[in-house]
C-alpha cells in the first residue's frame, strides 16, 4: 500500500511535465497480501511490476498477477540492471514478506529488508 502511494504519488509527481502528460493509466491486479489469494485490480501510473510480469510464472506470488511484458521475456539482462529490487506481488502464505529480484532471479524477502524499486509506467 505504501509503495503504491509513493509510485503514484511522489514518484509520478517528479516526473517532468511533458513525460508526466503521456503516462497512461493502467489496470494492474495484485493479491491482497497478508496471505490472501483474492486478486485486488488497481488503476495506476506507476506500478511496481509482478513477479508474473517479470518472470511469466509464480513461483512465491500467490496468484497470476498479470502476463509477463515482453521486454522482460525476450532479454534475462533486462532484470539485473538493480541486483536487488522489490516487485508489487505479496508472497502466498506469508503475511509479511514480498516477492523481489535478487541477482535476476525470483526471490522473496521480509519487507522492512533493503531492495531498491524500479517503477515502471505505460506510454
Known amino acids: ?4 502511494k509513493w509510485c503514484n504519488g511522489g514518484y509520478y509527481n517528479a ?11 493502467v489496470d494492474k491486479q495484485t493479491t491482497k497480501g497478508s496471505q490472501s489469494t483474492t486478486l485486488e485490480t488497481t488503476s495506476d501510473y506507476v506500478f511496481l511490476l509482478s513477479e508474473r510480469e517479470l518472470f511469466g510464472i509464480k513461483t512465491y506470488a500467490a496468484n497470476n498477477e498479470g502476463t509477463q511484458y515482453g521486454w522482460y521475456a525476450n532479454s534475462s539482462a533486462n532484470k539485473n540492471k538493480v541486483s536487488e ?39
Open 1 to 4: 500500500m505504501e509503495r503504491r
Open 15 to 25: 516526473l517532468p511535465a511533458y513525460l508526466k502528460s503521456r503516462v497512461r493509466p
Open 85 to 123: 529490487w522489490w516487485t508489487r506481488s505479496p508472497r502466498k502464505g506469508n503475511s509479511s514478506d514480498f516477492v523481489d529480484v535478487y541477482n535476476g532471479n525470483t526471490y522473496s524477502g521480509g519487507a522492512g529488508a533493503g531492495r531498491g524499486l524500479a517503477p515502471a509506467f505505460c506510454l
